[in-house]
């Protein structure tokens, strides 16, 4: 048994499933304001079964897969030479079982959905877009944006698996998160700014240098402020909610603050404890001022 239970957490540190916690409240945002009416929350409880089991299985999918096909190049980055794939605790077999794993019980997932046949229809392309992403940073610069791409499919989608069109707000809300994600992840890979030149790989540290990188990131999170700004206008939303923008603008400056050219050493608690307070801030402030 402990064996078993240590196999299962190797796989959880693989594909960070604690990181779940960026993305994911912000596809139950997009979820709550789909399914918000008259009488409260609607909807049937296996659509919100539906939308973790997606959410969970989608990005370990797309996590696996991108240390599978990453893994040379994390074994030369001393920062990631000791991940699962680089240190031989995990073989390239076993991820690439369990990323196909994961990727069939993400398809089999929108099954769930039905009769709303579109979360089935979009699976396969929305698998292969989360997926493409590990091959990025080989031929543009732009893979943050890329990531953040992906990532801003989760309150789209969820709009569309509760209600089965498409309107501004989901959209706007879409836009908050490309934009806040592209900001971080462009934060994060000022690291390697220098292993990236060195291996070929693109990134925009490694292109206009980790002074502009900066610049550029924090231009994206004021983009992300304002496409929130502009859902609160089209849902609409109150007072409560934009207070939770506010806060979350703060700790966008904040979390600016702990990096600098010279000095990228607190850029995990940048990375991770900054943005995890602001996507579930957002998604509590957002609840609370439906409710009140």
Request: some cysteine; proline content about 5%; overall charge positive.
């Amino acid at each position: 048994m402990s064996i078993a239970l240590s196999r299962v957490r190797d796989y959880l540190e693989l594909v960070r499933f604690s990181h779940t916690l960026f993305a994911l409240p912000f596809a139950l945002l997009g979820a709550v304001l789909a399914a918000w009416g008259p009488r409260g929350l609607e909807g049937r409880p296996r659509d919100w079964l539906g939308i973790l089991l997606c959410m969970a299985t989608a990005r370990s999918a797309a996590m696996a897969f991108n240390r599978l096909i990453d893994r040379d190049y994390d074994a030369r980055n001393p920062r990631t030479a000791g991940r699962h794939l680089p240190a031989g605790l995990l073989t390239p077999t076993a991820v690439a079982g369990f990323t196909a794993l994961c990727s069939a019980a993400f398809v089999a997932s929108t099954l769930l959905f039905l009769p709303n046949p579109w979360p089935l229809r979009l699976a396969l392309p929305v698998l292969l877009w989360l997926l493409g992403y590990s091959y990025t940073k080989r031929f543009t610069s732009l893979a943050h944006f890329w990531l953040g791409a992906s990532l801003s499919l989760t309150p789209i989608a969820a709009w569309i698996a509760l209600r089965g069109d498409v309107t501004w707000a989901p959209v706007l809300l879409a836009l908050a998160v490309f934009f806040w994600v592209a900001g971080f992840d462009i934060i994060y890979a000022c690291q390697d700014a220098d292993f990236d030149r060195e291996a070929g790989l693109r990134s925009v540290p490694g292109t206009l240098g980790i002074a502009r990188a900066l610049h550029l990131a924090a231009l994206c999170h004021a983009f992300m402020i304002a496409a929130l700004v502009g859902l609160g206008l089209v849902y609409p939303l109150g007072g409560v909610y934009y207070v939770g923008v506010a806060a979350a603008a703060v700790l966008l400056v904040y979390e600016h603050s702990l990096v600098r050219p010279d000095d990228l050493a607190r850029v995990n608690q940048a990375f991770f404890h900054v943005n995890v307070v602001v996507s579930v801030g957002l998604l509590v402030f957002s609840v609370i001022d439906l409710i009140v």
